[in-house]
């Protein structure tokens, strides 16, 4: 099981939100900024204080470093909407460039234990030295706290707060939701404003984003390995009148069940197959990619 070093969100599926606060989903890269973490118990690198959400370091340049504030930061790295490959293409190098120019940290939360400057990372208790921003915080901030102190800090060229509001009634979160989309965003965020951060995927964390379907055309299937060994472990489907194939996943173990011919990938699909070669079936995704692939496609059986 992979470590998870940020606070993970899930699904939004018609849960109590009165009051909660809500931001715009970014499509960047989760980061976490812990200044002073140059040597590190769980990489075996100089660390810049800049992590992935797994604990791996992101080698920004020191300029950029430089901007950020001397506090723990939870966020994002963000270049614009629409901008996710973009943004990947420049932090997951292993050599910061001047390309760094166009990233911006942008910040959502304060993972911090004031007392005592530590985060917990499951294994170590790593100290972050020289943490002073009120006297009068002496436990976890609960996220309403967090984001007044958050929004106290100042602002620059590559670093800004992601702004909070607070849902004055669920029946708006479509229209903010629509509203976001119509700007090319991704969707939304709502967090529990009595909540706190931790290091692990929470119900107080939620992710709200479009839905959209599309019909695809069956071609083939891949076989299953591990648990779905001997069984369906994908199909491979076109969007019709294109040459864009991709995997489908999302089935249930009864719709997995295929005859196998001891081959990693079939387009002869066996008379007892649910889904034959040249069906039509209705698949849902976030949203496609520049190659005009379906994003988090799964079959959708209703």
Same mark, same amino acid.
């Given at each position: ?18 009051? =909660? ?29 800049? *992590? ?31 901008? *996710? ?14 390309? =760094? ?19 917990? *990372? ?36 590559? *670093? ?36 706190? =951060? ?105």
């Amino acid at each position: 099981m992979s470590r998870t070093f940020t606070m993970l969100g899930q699904p939004y599926v018609d849960q109590r939100v009165y009051g =909660w606060y809500v931001s715009e989903k970014l499509d960047g890269v989760r980061a976490l900024w812990l200044p002073h973490t140059k040597d590190v118990p769980w990489c075996d690198e100089i660390s810049t204080g800049l *992590f992935s959400r797994d604990g791996k370091v992101y080698h920004a340049p020191d300029w950029w470093i430089n901007q950020l504030p001397n506090v723990p930061l939870d966020g994002e790295l963000w270049i614009d909407r629409g901008g *996710f490959q973009d943004t990947v293409s420049v932090v997951k190098k292993h050599v910061g460039t001047d390309a =760094w120019k166009y990233v911006k940290f942008m910040a959502f939360d304060m993972p911090v234990k004031m007392e005592a400057g530590i985060i917990n *990372f499951r294994t170590k208790d790593i100290k972050i030295p020289e943490l002073s921003l009120h006297p009068s915080i002496t436990k976890p901030m609960i996220f309403r706290v967090a984001n007044i102190v958050l929004n106290r800090l100042e602002e620059n060229r590559n *670093f800004e707060i992601v702004k909070q509001t607070r849902l004055e009634h669920p029946d708006k979160l479509e229209g903010m939701l629509q509203e976001v989309v119509s700007k090319g965003g991704e969707g939304l965020m709502l967090r529990d404003p009595d909540s706190v =951060w931790t290091q692990a995927r929470v119900h107080t964390l939620l992710k709200v984003k479009p839905v959209n379907t599309m019909e695809v055309e069956v071609t083939g299937y891949y076989y299953g390995a591990g648990k779905y060994d001997g069984m369906m472990g994908a199909l491979e489907v076109a969007i019709p009148n294109t040459n864009r194939l991709f995997k489908l996943s999302g089935f249930t173990d009864e719709e997995r069940k295929v005859p196998s011919n001891g081959m990693p990938f079939s387009r002869s699909l066996h008379d007892d197959c649910m889904f034959k070669v040249g069906d039509r079936i209705q698949i849902s995704y976030r949203e496609l990619t520049r190659d005009g692939i379906p994003k988090e496609a799964r079959y959708n059986r209703s």
